[in-house]
């Protein structure tokens, strides 16, 4: 699997996520411009945003990636809250969670997308 990163400043979670993909062989890309999104394709990948570093603009930000790119987007915050949760989804996010917790189902996550990604291309 492809999992994109837009993250600049949780050095800890990117070490963690970098281990975890390096394990199970898993393709992670850290970028820093959203038009990058153009040039992949939509095949078995997870787009992840940190909150931490776009949380003034996450109106912005979802509308950019999803003009984009039919990825499913994974916005991650140290701590979430309900009320976060369903306004991040409201917006267009499609998970939400925080960080650890991702780390903890990493593998659970990508099965899901590829076994959704399957039943779409059935479709």
């Known amino acids: ?22 394990l199970e062989s898993d393709e992670l890309l850290f970028l820093n411009k959203f ?3 153009d040039s992949f394709d939509n095949k078995n990948t997870l787009l992840i945003v940190d909150f931490n570093d776009y949380k003034n603009h996450l109106d912005l930000i979802i509308n950019l990636i ?4 039919n990825f499913p987007v994974c916005l991650l915050a140290d701590k979430i809250d309900s009320k976060f949760q ?21 593998k659970t996550i990508k099965n899901q997308i590829i076994n959704n990604s399957k039943y779409n291309q059935k479709q």
């Not at 306004?87 to 939400?96: E, N």
């Open 1 to 22: 699997m492809k999992i994109i990163v837009f993250s600049e400043s949780d050095y800890n979670f990117s070490a963690k996520l970098a281990k975890i993909c390096d």
């Open 86 to 106: 369903k306004k991040s989804t409201s917006i267009g996010f499609d998970i939400v969670m925080a960080k650890s917790i991702f780390l903890m189902n990493i």
């Open 35 to 37: 038009d990058s999104l």
């Open 66 to 69: 999803k003009s984009r790119t």
